[in-house]
Structure formats: structure tokens, C-alpha cells
């Protein structure tokens, strides 16, 4: 089994809905964040967060939150979804050093 | 200017030659350097990291830094085709905040 796991690793949706995409760790790691991909545009930090009381925005938050359930779980949410949000979005955690990045396997998100 | 600017590629680099993956930063106070692996499809792999100025070797790579000049690189040396994918390139400047790069793709032709 993945040390971090995303569901849904694959999701198409309409313009409007509500999406939610999870995230869970077993690496024992504070740090999680969720970054977005994108083609020549490279990875961006959407949120991320040091422990379950501490949530930052990251460059690109806008139309996204998150919440931080456990120290295991960090889920991303798109409350009303737009086409520009289809991407694929990694997960990811860290100990102390946030350029010492475990990414998951990704969830490819297509809002039609 | 983006922060952390990276030839998009695709580099082509026969078997066995070195393949040299060029970075540069705009930020001087940026602290410390990283090149992460893609492979099509998959997620990204840290692959080496760098804080001061010079060479750091890891087997068949090594990481490049010059801060006065603002670039970091990565040489494979001995380039196989298993080396073929995204080579991505992040900055990190502070204690939370890490810049990437666009990726430059990687082939290695056998």
C-alpha cells in the first residue's frame, strides 16, 4: 500500500458540484499539502498544513479549502467547481523540511 | 519573470552521455534546491537535494549549485533509457515555502 493515498484517483464532474478529493498518510509525517499540476505551468501550492490546528493558503487557494481531520487525513475541497480547476492534484507530506516532499499517486480532476 | 525558470525540452541525449538539466531562481535569499523525478503518469520523486554552493554526487547524478549566478543543475552521467521522464526542479526559500520549476522532459535515446 501507498504511504500516501488520494481518492478519487480519477473524477469528472459538471461546472457547479462539489468536489472533494482525500488524502491519507501512514508515514507519521506533521506536514501536508496539497499541490496542483498543470501542463508548462509546473506544480503550485494550493494549501498546506504543519499540524491539525495549523492551515495555510498557498499561492493559488482561491475557490478551494481545505480541512485537516487527523493528522493523517488533509482533504481538499472545490465548493462550486469551474473548468480551469481540471488538473491533476497531488497530495503530499513532509517531516521538517518542506522541500523533502512524499507526493501521492495523484487525482486527475476534469470539470466539464 | 518566474521565480524558477526551467527549459521545458524535450532534451534528447543518446545512451550513455551526460545530461545536463539547467535551472535558474530570481529570489537571492532562496536557501535550498531540489530535483524531483517524474515519470509519465506518475507522481514526483526526490531525487537529490542541495544547500551550499558547489557539487553534490549521488552515484550516476550530481547536483550543481552557484548562488551568485543563480542557477542549479543536474548532470546524469551515463544517461540509461529508465532516466527518460520529467526532471523538476523546486526552490525553497524560508521554512515553508517551495517554488517549482516547470519541468524539463528528459529522453534518453538507446
Known amino acids: 500500500d501507498a504511504d500516501v493515498t488520494q481518492t478519487p484517483r480519477n473524477r469528472i464532474t459538471k461546472t457547479g458540484k462539489r468536489i472533494m478529493l482525500e488524502c491519507s498518510q501512514t508515514?507519521?509525517?506533521?506536514?501536508m499539502y496539497w499541490y496542483r499540476q498543470d501542463p508548462g505551468l509546473g506544480l503550485r501550492l494550493i494549501y498546506y498544513?504543519?499540524?491539525?490546528?495549523?492551515?495555510n493558503k498557498g499561492e493559488i487557494s482561491d475557490g478551494y479549502s481545505v480541512s485537516r481531520q487527523a493528522q493523517a487525513k488533509f482533504s481538499l475541497s472545490l465548493e462550486s467547481a469551474i473548468p480551469n480547476q481540471t488538473a491533476l492534484y497531488f497530495c503530499?507530506?513532509?517531516?521538517?523540511?518542506?522541500?523533502?516532499?512524499?507526493f501521492g499517486e495523484g487525482s486527475r480532476l476534469t470539470v466539464l | 519573470q518566474k521565480e524558477v525558470e526551467q527549459n521545458s525540452g524535450p532534451l534528447s541525449v543518446p545512451e550513455g552521455a551526460i545530461a545536463s538539466l539547467n535551472c535558474t531562481y530570481s529570489?537571492?535569499?532562496?536557501?535550498?534546491f531540489f530535483w524531483y523525478r517524474q515519470y509519465s503518469g506518475k507522481s514526483p520523486e526526490l531525487i537529490m537535494f542541495i544547500y551550499s554552493n558547489g557539487d553534490k554526487e549521488d552515484g550516476r547524478f550530481t547536483a550543481q549549485l552557484n548562488k551568485a549566478s543563480q542557477y542549479v543543475s543536474l548532470l546524469i552521467r551515463d544517461s540509461q533509457p529508465s532516466d527518460s521522464a520529467t526532471y523538476l526542479c523546486?526552490?525553497?526559500?524560508?521554512?515553508?515555502?517551495?517554488?517549482f520549476g516547470q519541468g524539463t522532459r528528459l529522453t534518453i535515446n538507446p
Open positions: 503530499a507530506t513532509s517531516e521538517d523540511n518542506p522541500g523533502e516532499l512524499f
Open positions: 508515514k507519521g509525517h506533521d506536514r
Open positions: 498544513s504543519f499540524d491539525v490546528k495549523d492551515i
Open positions: 523546486a526552490v525553497g526559500k524560508g521554512a515553508q515555502k517551495l517554488v
Open positions: 529570489d537571492r535569499g532562496s536557501q535550498s
